[in-house]
């Protein structure tokens, strides 16, 4: 019986450089993972720190807000919302740190405001001293009618001398109709109502004023306004504009001097009120008794006892949370006396607060 013929069997020796291939293979899939996974991790901790980044930065915006909120209580719950002055709650937060955030509050609209006064306060006092050399108040209105009402007092940097911007000048705060410029109260009104109409009819109004020697009081302004009363009002009103508590000395003793104001020994008064509203602030009753002045005279509706606007700055964390806020003035009521008809409302009433900026710096 014939034996089969084995299976052929042959063992091939692998070829030459297999294994280094397969070895060489293997490591650029080991560097290749390697990378994704480093890429894969740095990726994941890019993100993560702008995750803590956001988490940091939103908690200091959160606690920026949480004093702001703090501070504007402080306005709005004062114990004498008719006499705002330094011993007032309020103070207590200016310049104060807390937990590495520092507060920092402005009366920004006890001020001269640039946009609405009249020439006559620079033509009879030293404030002309202001302006820079060769410019006068004629520049001034000029200005004005030149490039209209300005957010910034530093858009008047041509006229004044820079460093007393700040310190005597706002372009913050209510037009008062017995002390508003009658060409700024003619933009002013066209920019509320956007009718060239309206604006001719409060120019005409405010110059009517004036030759008639006539004050109004917060109980005119229906009738003065007539058919713009709710596009005019607050943004012109009777109320004071400047709070005698808290007016810079040297600005106030300008106005305390305007001749015409009849104010005797002006640098008299002056020395009383800075020393009475270092203690309990003085009321507007107590201001025309202070200076001697009858209730009508015109510098009462310069010099009251509330601030209109505040600035309040919150700092920390490299971030300023910077906010303005508004008292809006109250309107009059049919109630009101005639015996205090040269009391503004805001003397007895609560003043309702609104924020009309806030932005981080």
């Not at 004093?67 to 002055?85: K, L």
């Not at 520049?139 to 310190?167: C, K, M, T």
């Not at 409060?202 to 709710?230: A, H, W």
């Amino acid at each position: 019986m014939r034996q089969g013929v084995p299976a052929l069997r042959t063992k091939f020796p692998p070829a030459e450089g297999d294994s280094g291939y397969a070895s060489v293979y293997f490591l650029f899939m080991l560097v290749l993972l390697s990378a994704l996974v480093l890429g894969i991790g740095l990726y994941l901790h890019s993100g993560v720190q702008t995750i803590l980044r956001f988490q940091h930065d939103n908690s200091i915006s959160v606690e920026l807000n949480r004093i702001t909120a703090q501070v504007i209580d402080a306005i709005r719950n004062d114990p004498s919302p008719g006499v705002q002055c330094f011993t007032d709650p309020v103070w207590t937060w200016h310049e104060k740190t807390q937990d590495d955030y520092t507060v920092n509050i402005n009366p920004i609209s006890d001020r001269i405001n640039l946009n609405f006064t009249r020439k006559n306060i620079f033509d009879k006092t030293a404030l002309a001293l202001l302006f820079v050399p060769g410019k006068t108040s004629a520049d001034l209105q000029q200005y004005r009618e030149d490039h209209g009402l300005v957010l910034s007092p530093s858009a008047y940097e041509g006229l004044f001398i820079p460093v007393n911007l700040d310190r005597y000048f706002s372009c913050y705060g209510w037009a008062n109709i017995n002390l508003l410029d009658e060409f700024a109260a003619r933009d002013l009104a066209r920019s509320l109502t956007g009718s060239d109409e309206a604006a001719e009819r409060l120019r005409g109004t405010i110059e009517m004023l004036l030759l008639d020697r006539r004050i109004s009081t917060p109980g005119d302004l229906r009738m003065l306004f007539g058919i713009n009363y709710s596009e005019l009002f607050p943004f012109v009103n009777a109320e004071p504009m400047i709070n005698i508590n808290h007016v810079d000395p040297d600005l106030l003793r300008e106005l305390l001097a305007y001749p015409d104001y009849g104010v005797d020994s002006p640098e008299g008064r002056l020395l009383e009120i800075l020393t009475r509203r270092e203690g309990e602030g003085i009321s507007h009753d107590g201001i025309s008794l202070i200076l001697g002045i009858a209730p009508d005279n015109l510098l009462l509706h310069y010099l009251g006892s509330v601030t209109w606007f505040w600035e309040i700055t919150v700092a920390g964390g490299n971030k300023t949370l910077r906010t303005v806020l508004c008292g809006l003035p109250p309107e009059y009521d049919s109630g009101f006396s005639e015996t205090d008809s040269h009391a503004p409302p805001s003397a007895g009433a609560e003043i309702e607060y609104q924020i009309i900026e806030q932005r981080y710096l």
